[in-house]
């Protein structure tokens, strides 16, 4: 026992203590709170204490400090842990808000629930509380760019009009390339997925090379009419117009949604289309490519084949593509427009 540690038990302690120890319903931290106190009363030291409850010396020491001052209630409940707060009043509340949404903390560009609780002298949790009930959350930020094109609205009725109201006789077709796709290999072999633990995969590559995937979604069945090229010239994209040109039905006009990349508007290029007049091209809004379908199906074959993926050459690479559009192909999705032009055009009215 630690030398000054006297423990007396009190009338009728023991015997609610012992009923704690051996009852079968008890918490286990109270069995062996009461354990300690029990052993200490009966003479055993710390070190016969510690073999027979698992604790260290120092929790053998704060409980029978506790019983010696608040007796066996005492064991039973905790005592208050941290620092006290008191509830914010409205004007702190107000003092909060105001702060997080007009003002900056020192040496950096937003509060944090503990820079602003040591600010405002309230408890994180609080912080926590007030910025939820006022919908803040400065630790967040949303990018955004909008479009400058002085024919912004004149494009977008165009575009969304060919989306829900696709002209008799033809095709609308969303084109657009997907550039410098790399093909990465992995610096070393990755683990798989098991239970409790994602798989692994090294943060550092190594680059073997870059393709150009020219992709035309064809908007009302959804199929893609797509390839694989080195480089993404005028006479590339010309070489794959002649591409759509060959499958299509010759009878129908094709309407090709383009996005403003240099490339679609070079002289060739428009010798090309003035010989083959059915091809009509529709270029999207600047800073607006968001509009353009197409953009939708690289999205989710970057995120489903590429970000994970292993490619040791090029070829590789181009196999993989080539096997996930076969695979939409398969099964494809008719592509549905559901955002009106006019709420479109207000949101950007308002923006500006």
């Given at each position: 026992m630690r030398e000054g540690v006297e423990v007396r038990l009190r009338p009728g302690d023991r015997e609610r203590l012992e009923g704690v120890v051996f009852g079968r319903k008890s918490p286990q931290h109270h069995v062996w709170r009461a354990r300690i106190v029990l052993m200490t009363?009966?003479?055993?030291?710390?070190?016969?204490?510690?073999?027979?409850?698992?604790?260290?010396?120092?929790?053998?020491?704060?409980?029978?400090?506790?019983?010696?001052?608040?007796?066996?209630?005492?064991?039973?409940?905790?005592?208050?842990?941290?620092?006290?707060?008191?509830?914010?009043?409205?004007?702190?509340?107000?003092?909060?808000?105001?702060?997080?949404?007009?003002?900056?903390?020192?040496?950096?560009?937003?509060?944090?629930?503990?820079?602003?609780?040591?600010?405002?002298?309230?408890?994180?949790?609080?912080?926590?509380?007030?910025?939820?009930?006022?919908g803040l959350k400065p630790h967040r930020v949303e990018t955004f760019k909008l479009s400058n094109d002085p024919k912004f609205v004149e494009k977008?009725?165009?575009?969304?009009?060919?989306?829900?109201?696709?002209?008799?006789?033809?095709?609308?077709?969303?084109?657009?390339?997907?550039?410098?796709?790399?093909?990465?290999?992995?610096?070393?072999?990755?683990?798989?997925?098991?239970?409790?633990?994602?798989?692994t995969?090294?943060?550092?590559?190594?680059?073997?090379?870059?393709?150009?995937?020219?992709?035309?979604?064809?908007?009302?069945?959804?199929?893609?009419?797509?390839?694989?090229?080195?480089?993404?010239?005028?006479?590339?994209?010309?070489?794959?117009?002649?591409?759509?040109?060959?499958?299509?039905?010759?009878?129908?006009?094709?309407?090709?949604?383009?996005?403003?990349y240099a490339t679609h508007k070079t002289e060739a290029v428009k010798r090309w289309l003035a010989r083959h007049p059915r091809f009509h091209v529709h270029f999207t809004p600047t800073s607006a490519s968001w509009i353009n379908a197409v953009e939708g199906l690289f999205a989710t074959l970057t995120k489903r084949r590429l970000k994970r993926g292993v490619f040791?050459?090029?070829?590789?690479?181009n196999q993989a593509i080539r096997a996930y559009l076969a695979a939409h192909n398969a099964d494809p999705k008719p592509f549905r427009w559901t955002a009106p032009a006019d709420t479109i055009i207000g949101k950007h009215q308002r923006g500006k």
């Open positions: 009363a009966d003479g055993a030291g710390t070190m016969a204490i510690r073999a027979a409850t698992g604790k260290g010396k120092p929790t053998i020491w704060r409980w029978q400090a506790r019983y010696m001052q608040d007796g066996a209630d005492g064991l039973f409940r905790d005592a208050p842990r941290g620092r006290a707060f008191t509830a914010a009043s409205p004007e702190q509340i107000a003092a909060v808000v105001e702060r997080t949404l007009h003002e900056d903390p020192p040496a950096a560009t937003h509060w944090t629930l503990r820079s602003m609780a040591k600010a405002s002298g309230l408890a994180p949790s609080t912080i926590h509380r007030i910025w939820h009930e006022h977008v009725r165009d575009i969304v009009g060919l989306y829900v109201n696709p002209p008799e006789h033809a095709l609308v077709l969303s084109v657009d390339e997907k550039s410098q796709i790399q093909a990465l290999d992995r610096t070393q072999p990755g683990l798989p997925m098991k239970r409790g633990r994602g798989a995969m090294t943060h550092d590559y190594k680059r073997h090379g870059t393709t150009t995937l020219f992709a035309a979604l064809d908007v009302k069945a959804g199929t893609v009419i797509s390839q694989c090229m080195l480089r993404h010239r005028a006479a590339e994209f010309i070489r794959f117009l002649r591409l759509v040109d060959k499958p299509t039905p010759p009878e129908l006009d094709l309407h090709l949604i383009l996005g403003n040791r050459s090029v070829i590789e690479l």
